[in-house]
């Protein structure tokens, strides 16, 4: 009687690690299935059902326990201190918050000192990243020079270092002139161009939302007509030159009327929200709590409900966590006085899944915001579940509670709007390119 051959494994390499007992979400292809994920070289090499309780001999075992398995988030907007503001934030600091909060690739702006306007800045911050950050780390280089929206950056020269996208920072251009110009040298490289949108002589000193609450604190107010005025311009400008343009952080109803209407028109737009304006509203600052003060400012409920509205129907791009880091002797300060800005690089997640665990919006769209759109305006190969992809993997526990403590954050600033608030969906794992970054190796706290 003739034998029966045995079946061959095939051979897995020694790094090789397979994730088992896993709920698999692809916000792309929209999977959403109990299965597994096998990864090789820094690549998902398989992915399905029938890994579920199945490994590869060889293979390392990671063991889900049921939890979510999603592609690491891409945050488009991380401001970081370095060069020249380290003790704000570091390029390693920033990562280790990144990788905590299931962030596998941040942007990192060029608001720094120096400003990121030159190719040897470019390549310091990339080669400062490659030795000490632990996550994936892009460059956007200053649309202009200096940041100060009067001559336009070497855009050709920037790109060419390896900027993947020119913004002006914190600041719109005003000068619509140079606007025009830099969209137009941006399109004939292929370049983003990434814009802030408040027309600053009408905000004025404004330092929270115009209305009735602005007035009973007594404090003044910018109006969310200066966000619609500076992005319809920039829109017209962007249909003018057929350059690629993101409005960086919308805030209001009003603005995501001409997105709609530019997409209509099938202009290169796209635009994104801050997970701040998404969960926060103006009532939030309630007795001048200075963590609350951002730009633009945090409006009212109606627009916050728009803004999440937008997530859902596809009208809004992206989702950022705006990472800010502010030291204490700028926060604290009477409101009208003190900086803007927010740490959220640990809390974008979380903060995020509040607005799905509220039923205020399906899980795909949400999670679609952090990973696979950013991945497509910007050209990257992440944020996808799928062979051939990079293993920048990100295990979720969907069901456990935690409460944001700010003296246990990873970042050097502790300017969280989120302190002491409630939160469920702890990051189990971190994974950039099939290593592991989270939890850490070390017990050295902050970087």
Known sequence: MPSTPKKTLRAVPIDATVLINARLVDPETKRDEQGGLLIENGMIADLGPHLRRNAPEGAKVIDCRGHLVIPGLIDMQVFTGEPGLEHRETLASASRAAASGGVTTMICMPTTDPVIDDMALVDFVQRRARDTALVNVHTMAALTKGLKGDEMSEIGLLVGAGAIALSNGRRSVANAGVMRRALTYARDFGALV???TEDEPLAGAGVMNEGEVSARLGLPGSPATAEVIALER???LAELTGGRYHAAQLSCG?????IAAAKARKLAVTCGVTVNHLTLNENDIGSYRTY???RPPLR???DRKAM???IADG???VIVSSHDPQGTDGKRRPFAEAAYGAIGLETLLPAALRLHLNGEIDLMPLLAAMTINPARILGLPGGRLQKGAPADIVVIDMEAPFMVDKTKMHSRSRNTPFDEARMQGIVKYTMVAGKLVYPFK????HA
């Open 308 to 310: 999440v509205a937008g």
């Open 315 to 317: 009208t809004v791009d």
């Open 194 to 196: 990434v814009s802030a």
């Open 300 to 302: 009212g409920e109606a």
């Open 442 to 445: 070390d017990d050295l706290g």
């Open 292 to 294: 609350f003060k951002l």
């Open 234 to 236: 920039d829109l017209r």
């Open 254 to 258: 009003e603005a995501l009327g001409a």
